[in-house]
Every structure is written in C-alpha cells, then in structure tokens.
C-alpha cells in the first residue's frame, strides 16, 4: 500500500513558477513509476509527465514539454514537479500517482495509486 500526498499549489500569475511536491508513504516508492496529471473543470484527468523508478527517464506531454521538469528523490520518498512558464491553461488539479510497472506509464488506468491533488491556478 502506498499513499500519496501531494502539496505546493497555489496562485500564480501567467509566466510565474510554481513547484509541487508528492511524498509517499511506504517503503518500496523506490520501485514505482511515478506520475503527474491533471485535470481540469469539466475536462477529463490528463497525463502531463512521468519518471521512472530510477530517476533516469522521464516522458513530458507536448503540452508541457520545455516548461515543466519532474525529478524524485528517493531517500525522501517524494517526486517533484517543477512547472515554469505557467499559462491560464495549465490550471487544473495536479495529481501525483505511483504505477508498479515500467515503461512509458500515461494512462490513468495503469496507475495503482492516487494522491488526492493540489489546486493550481493560473491567471492572466
């Protein structure tokens, strides 16, 4: 059993940054996928990025690539989401979500467990 607890969201103007972190309970994070996604009001959930168990490969949506970084630090048990050059139509609730697979992990459906998401608005 893994839980997930999600935290730095917020508002931020058109162009700021913001940083969330996800921080897992558990002893085996270290062997999760781990991943990012979004979903905003009357929109379905989508994926934005994912990293693997190591830290050594990471897949961006287009929609984010250049502007966010995600990165995980084991021995804190927490992944991170660095989003730079926000647009109004990055705001969304942010999950984070672990996956006991390998691979490219986008679907929300291969995912095993869920954070219950940060708020992040952007404005004009």
């Known amino acids: 059993q893994v839980q997930l607890v999600e935290s730095g969201g917020g508002l931020v103007q058109a162009g700021g940054s913001l940083r969330l972190s996800c921080t897992a309970s558990g002893r085996t994070f270290s062997s999760y996928t781990m991943g990012w996604f979004r979903q905003a009001p009357g929109k379905e959930r989508e994926f934005v990025t994912v990293i693997s168990w190591s830290g050594g490969y990471t897949y961006y949506a287009d929609s984010v690539k250049g502007r966010f970084t995600i990165s995980r630090d084991n021995a804190k048990n927490t992944v991170y989401l660095q989003m730079n050059s926000l647009k109004p139509e990055d705001t969304a609730v942010y999950y984070c979500?672990?996956?006991?697979?390998?691979?490219?992990?986008?679907?929300?459906?291969?995912?095993?467990?869920w954070g219950q998401g940060t708020q992040v608005t952007v404005s004009p």
């Open positions: 979500a672990a996956a006991w697979r390998f691979g490219i992990v986008t679907m929300p459906a291969e995912y095993d467990y």
